[in-house]
DNA sequence: ATTCAGTCCTTGGAGAGCTG
DNA sequence: CAGCTCTCCAAGGACTGAAT
């Protein structure tokens, strides 16, 4: 879900315990964005931001210090500051850094940044193939110069920039020499954790992963002791499990929200993964 | 609504072969 | 040679219709 933003609306927000984006649904919200040739030396924090920050290096070098760890970035990095994170940058003192940066936040940006495996242990990210990152910038700044549907372009940019990183993972994926099976298969963990709800394939998430089916089941075999199919549907009754706490959901209504049209194939599968019915499983957990 | 049986479809795994 | 695709086949999961 879009919503528009503006600073008074995120100002009216921080009177309230929620975070802005969560008092307005939004999945992401546009905070601010920018470039700067940093002069020799010039540095910024310690300090601690309520949002997510991304910096793109284009050019130069800089340090980026964060839980604990200094990291020395050069032109095609990119490096994030995570919420309530004390973090810490300086341009090079003799190849000072050009970089641009995004601020944003919202309920699906944790997940966006998971998937290019930017965390907060892993906050910077190295880009060695071409692409539209720039070209995302620039598009937020001529969004900025728009009179109308201005708040509503910017947060269009922040999804196209995330969707240029989730580009560029995918591209470093095909292209990484370290452990690509383990990043094949966290990838295809990802898919089905996100998509668990819905009727999904195995050949639907080869081809999501770009590998072939048989391939995919071998390798994910080799790195989690268990193929694709028992992955999903653990991971399927885990949540059936949670859901079933909920006494207002009938056991129909679980089956299809954990991606079983038919109660009778969830029953089943339930019951022989966790050794009894899930209207028995209730009853135990005493929740009738 | 539930159960059962028959059928169809999907999956996992092995092995051969291709490619850079 | 490693990484990958393709093909094949057995096993079992999913679906459907009939019976209760």
């Known amino acids: 879900m879009i919503r528009i933003c503006d600073w008074r609306r995120r100002h009216m927000a921080e009177k309230f315990e929620l975070p802005y984006y969560q008092q307005v ?7 601010y964005s920018g470039s700067e040739r940093c002069a020799p030396g010039h540095s910024y ?27 020395t970035l050069r032109a095609g ?20 850094w050009h ?13 966006c940044l998971r998937q290019v495996d930017l965390t907060t242990d892993s906050p910077v990210m ?4 071409h692409v539209n990152i720039l070209s995302s910038f620039d598009m ?6 728009l009179s109308g549907g201005r708040d509503l372009r910017l947060t269009g940019g922040v999804y196209i920039f995330l ?8 591209g470093e994926l095909a292209h990484s020499e370290s452990k690509p099976r383990e990043l094949y298969v966290k990838a295809a963990i990802e898919f089905m954790e996100k998509n668990f709800s819905r009727r999904m394939s195995i050949e639907e998430l080869a081809s999501y992963i770009g590998l072939n089916r048989s391939y995919l089941c071998a390798i994910f075999k080799e790195v989690t002791q268990q193929s694709p199919q028992q992955y999903l549907i653990r991971y399927r009754m885990e949540r059936a499990c949670e859901l079933l706490e909920n006494v207002s959901l009938s056991v129909g209504d679980i089956s299809r929200s954990v991606g079983y049209d038919d109660p009778l194939v969830f029953s089943k599968m339930f019951t022989k993964l966790k050794g009894l019915s899930p209207r028995d499983y209730r009853k135990q ?4």
């Open 99 to 111: 970089y641009s940066w995004v601020a944003f936040d919202g309920m699906e940006a944790a997940s």
């Open 285 to 288: 957990a005493g929740r009738t």
């Open 25 to 31: 649904n939004a999945d992401l919200v546009y905070y």
């Open 126 to 129: 190295t880009l060695t193939r």
């Open 45 to 71: 924090g310690p300090a601690v931001r309520h949002y997510y920050l991304i910096h793109y290096v284009r050019s130069g070098h800089g340090i980026f210090r964060a839980s604990g760890k200094e990291h």
């Open 163 to 170: 969707s240029c990183l989730l580009e560029a993972a995918a």
């Open 77 to 96: 990095q990119i490096f994030l500051i995570t919420p309530g994170e004390v973090t810490y940058y300086q341009a090079d003192l003799d190849d000072p």
């Open 140 to 145: 937020l700044e001529d969004a900025k110069k």
